[in-house]
């Protein structure tokens, strides 16, 4: 692993001086947490198929098992978590509401959420986010109780959390994080055990991560229901702040890293899911872009999956690791989470042009 | 329906004084041969998934199943077909081994049945078919026995019909085509029989029609499973000649016609094809390019699967109709052949900014 400073051009890279993992953080996360999200979770989300194919079996020598959370309502594993973490708020909280701040799937995902419980949901999103995805979120919001809103704000000049924590504050709400949360990390683990109750037993499995929630939930999934199972955490190269955290020990920041997996921009692991991977995680990976778009192409065309990018992190993961070891991978049973497919299609082909150029 | 002839922009018209139906041969696909072409089929060809929508339900106001012949071997329901018609040749014939032309699924299909069977094939096809699909049936090509090849011709001087027919009287070999043939007909019809087994009853059956093989199998099917069920044709606009064959009775062909669902350009139904729709077909609808390239939009946005523009086909056809003729369709159980996924991503972004242009 290369600790040398990124230039400006791969990301704004801070020293890796922050805090240690806190290992009581570890144990908010159990399997019994994630099985009893699961029973929250069921019949609301789907239970998204289980895929195979010959041709990524031939690739990478193992029979591999890929999890298709695009299938997931609102096109994303978010739903889980956001889902799970305000099903389970006491009445109080409830009757006053919920605020997150999220430009990607997790606003989607609390404003559908918000919908189905009859929770008030306040969104604080970029006033610069895609008309699309501001399109969506206020689409699921208007199933949501009165006094749901998105609240934009300006992305130069204000700081989302002053912006959140200030409305949060004064209307009582609580705030869904998006993944530094026990109970949203416990939502996002009901994938992998899903993965687990359905195809046994895994040697590997490939989770794509950004803030970390998803990897710590399938982390915990795999203690629970696969312990032999080493789980691996996929970053992209230019906004590798977990890889950097898992080698030194220490929480290390990427800022903006420039990259196509935009779910995986987050500057850094949340307190929560630094100790969860730090206790649970084997290895962090590192893919670039290119790697990235070659398995958003093997996805789609062979596929016949729609995915976004940053879902097809753990693909290039899997492929990544199977090229420099092989004899760790050959003949092995691998789980691969596909983490949602909100992609702009207008743009895939642009994307799929990047494929291999590394 | 406007029998009018089309200008040269959307395709050659000749007049509809074909034959007429040929009772007789619509006898020959039944649903016991369908059921018996399950049989053969059993544990090599994919029992492809159904899908459901929410957002395609409320868009049509009716249940909504989705065969997934995408996610079929070779990437489209073509599979079946091949593969049944090749193992139910006698052991003389299997012997002497297949011939076929086709530049699309189909030549893939009997290329991947010739390995999985032993049985040699030759592949016609033109010398300017697109690189990507020369390569993938070469592909499966190297799977089969010794002598198997593709040749080409030039589709300005030869015809591929005579360019085959010398290389199979040469040879001894047994031709496949790609859709006139009962034990085609009968393979493809497996589709549907499985998607009435899945799901049930339905009220309707919408399925892309090119040359009318699945189509024909589609209907035969229903009449075993469904027979209740209406079974609805779909073309494009401007290669409606099977939809000017159904409303005369006569056998109708229009040559080279110009639409992006290029898996409908057949000229006309074949003599089997086109009495099985007259026998057991109860309409055919014809849809424009920009409802094919909305329905394509639909798919792979809201429901994340990759398909070809003519399995978009089904999809724009229930949703004209049900503009047309809501209190027909509202409420209803109503099933969709999804035919394959077979498209050029890089392409795909073009198609879709046609979407809604007619």
Known sequence: MDHAPLNESTGGLLPCSGDGPDAALARAVSPASIEAAGRVLAGVAHRTPVVTSRTLDGLVGARVFLKCEQFQRVGAFKFRGAYAAMATLDGAARGRGVLTYSSGNH????ACAAGLLGVRAVIVMPADAPRIKLDATRGYLAGAPAGSRIVTYDRGREVREAVGGAIARAEGLTIVPPYDDPAVIAGQGTAAWELFGEVGELDWLFVPCGGGGLLSGSAVAARGRSPG??????EPCAGDDAARSFASGRLCTVDNPQTIADGARTPCLGRHTFALVMAHVSELVTVGDGAIASALRLVSERLKLVIEPTAALGVAGLIELARQ???????????????GGNVDLDQLGSILGMAGCD
Not at 107 to 110: L, Y
Not at 229 to 234: E, I, L, N, Y
Not at 329 to 336: A, D, L, Q
């Open 107 to 110: 606003a989607q995902a609390v």
């Open 229 to 234: 199972c080493r789980v691996v955490g996929v």
């Open 325 to 339: 070891r092989p004899e760790d991978v050959t003949g092995g049973r691998v789980g691969v989470i596909l983490t």
